[in-house]
């Protein structure tokens, strides 16, 4: 794809570029289900500069080659051993499967791609560059069930993600898929 440029990101360095990618943010997450409006975009870069802290953070950005500007971006961090990530699930799942220490699990917090960019396979460039050299067990990550998310669902099912439960991380939240992705042991 040679009208995308991708780069990674890790630790202090993902943390500083938040502006780099902050408008595809607003004009994706402004799109339905969403509809996010400026309060929700505030509590987004509250949430981003604590989760930038994260061990193990990584951010990828997908840039337009002709004009560098940002069209899609993931990112995550290792779940460290005191996560509550599991506690949210409607139906609880064994202890061996929730049990984390820092290197077990991968947490993707993002994945988005501007409307006029989709079905490109830039996407799947920001998944395989995000998750490219990690030495974990598996990936995790929530999503909007369907039909909301039909297109995310379909891309998640054909990189090998399976639904181990329905999430409802607080209050005011949807609910949404908890998915995982066990990584080949060739990859650890």
Same mark, same amino acid.
């Given at each position: =794809?040679?009208?995308?440029?991708? $780069?990674?990101?890790?630790?202090?360095?993902?943390?500083?570029?938040?502006?780099?990618?902050?408008?595809?943010?607003?004009?994706?997450?402004?799109?339905?289900?969403?509809?996010?409006?400026?309060?929700? *975009?505030?509590?987004?870069?509250?949430?981003?500069? *604590?989760?930038?802290?994260? +061990?193990? =953070?990584? &951010?990828? &950005?997908?840039? @337009?080659?002709? @004009?560098?500007?940002?069209?899609?971006?993931?990112?995550?961090? &290792?779940?460290?051993? @005191?996560?509550? %990530?599991?506690?949210?699930?409607?139906?609880?799942? +064994?202890? /061996?499967?929730?049990?984390?220490?820092?290197?077990? !699990?991968?947490?993707?917090?993002?994945?988005?791609?501007?409307?006029? %960019?989709?079905?490109?396979?830039?996407?799947?460039? &920001? /998944? !395989?560059?995000?998750?490219?050299?990690?030495?974990?067990?598996?990936? !995790?990550?929530? =999503?909007?069930?369907?039909?909301? #998310?039909?297109?995310?669902? #379909? #891309?998640?099912?054909? %990189?090998?993600?399976? $639904?181990?439960?329905?999430? /409802? +991380? %607080?209050?005011?939240? +949807?609910?949404?898929?908890? =998915?995982?992705?066990?990584?080949?042991?060739? #990859?650890?």
């Amino acid at each position: =794809m040679s009208d995308v440029e991708f $780069k990674r990101y890790e630790g202090r360095e993902a943390a500083h570029r938040l502006d780099a990618f902050l408008a595809a943010y607003e004009e994706i997450y402004a799109e339905p289900p969403y509809r996010e409006g400026p309060r929700d *975009v505030a509590d987004f870069i509250d949430r981003y500069r *604590v989760q930038a802290q994260r +061990p193990g =953070m990584r &951010l990828v &950005l997908a840039r @337009d080659a002709a @004009d560098g500007n940002a069209i899609g971006f993931a990112f995550g961090y &290792l779940l460290s051993a @005191d996560t509550q %990530w599991w506690q949210n699930m409607q139906e609880p799942l +064994p202890e /061996h499967f929730t049990s984390e220490d820092g290197t077990r !699990t991968f947490v993707i917090i993002e994945l988005a791609v501007r409307a006029a %960019w989709r079905r490109r396979g830039v996407a799947t460039g &920001l /998944h !395989t560059t995000l998750l490219d050299g990690l030495t974990v067990e598996r990936v !995790t990550l929530t =999503m909007r069930p369907e039909p909301e #998310a039909e297109p995310a669902q #379909a #891309a998640y099912a054909a %990189w090998g993600y399976e $639904k181990v439960g329905v999430s /409802h +991380p %607080w209050e005011e939240a +949807p609910y949404y898929d908890a =998915m995982v992705l066990t990584l080949p042991s060739a #990859a650890r």
